[in-house]
């Protein structure tokens, strides 16, 4: 049972774009939406996090769009610049489910120079 | 910079040994995960862990299986691998109180390949 959906799978996009990745999410008790960043032979780490009493978060270049009645949210990356290129995972949580992420599929983002 | 380590990083063995592979971590942390992650990148909570003598399976069934003895050291254990066994696997660990979601430093992960 999927219950964070994430889209695309990959994405490349040219320097100085704006990549946009997208999540939805089933569950109404998610209360916890962060973000993470994948290198190659790397684990993932912390991008940017977002809780739903907020539509919006920016951190650098990195800025979370959050709705809540659509159960979406999104990460924009100004900008972009080739060492961006990762794997970017969003994520869900809340009290129902212990606190335990549930991860998205991931989207394979490659910024070309 | 997390202070969660995994040993070993790559590891290629035949079917049917047993293998361990090592996670710890210095932050003190309460809780602590195994992910395994696919080839296509998803990745799946496997176990976890809240605390000392505390281990629940994870949302994917896997046949390994975890203890909890210290709180710094979260090991996975494989008694008679496979070749579908063959994955990444990620240890993290976060601080928080039950219930409420920290922020999970993951290690460098362990490749296994069983042939």
């Known amino acids: 049972q999927q219950q964070v959906k994430q889209s695309p799978q990959s994405l490349i996009v040219q320097k100085g774009g704006i990549p946009i990745i997208n999540c939805a999410y089933e569950n109404t008790a998610f209360d916890y939406f962060p973000w993470y960043q994948q290198f190659p032979g790397k684990g993932p780490a912390l991008l940017i996090a977002?809780?739903?009493?907020?539509s919006e978060k920016k951190e650098g270049r990195f800025t979370i769009s959050f709705n809540k009645s659509a159960k979406q949210f999104s990460l924009h990356i100004m900008d972009s610049q080739p060492g961006d290129s990762a794997t970017y995972f969003c994520?869900?949580?809340?009290?129902?489910?212990?606190?335990?992420?549930?991860f998205g599929e991931g989207t394979q983002l490659t910024v070309n120079p | 910079e997390a202070d969660i380590y995994q040993t070993p990083r790559y590891l290629v063995i035949g079917t049917g040994k047993k293998i361990t592979l090592e996670c710890s971590q210095t932050?003190?942390?309460?809780?602590m995960y195994w992910y395994q992650q696919d080839p296509g990148m998803e990745l799946h909570l496997i176990h976890y862990s809240y605390g000392v003598n505390s281990t629940e399976k994870g949302d994917l069934s896997s046949e390994s299986t975890v203890s909890r003895i210290r709180t710094e050291h979260f090991p996975l254990t494989l008694e008679s691998a496979r070749p579908s066994h063959t994955s990444q696997y990620l240890c993290a660990s976060s601080y928080g109180s039950l219930g409420h979601t920290g922020e999970l430093f993951f290690g460098e992960g362990s490749r296994l390949t069983v042939l």
């Open positions: 932050m003190g942390h309460d809780k």
């Open positions: 994520a869900a949580s809340g009290e129902t489910s212990g606190s335990r992420l549930t």
């Open positions: 977002i809780r739903p009493d907020v």
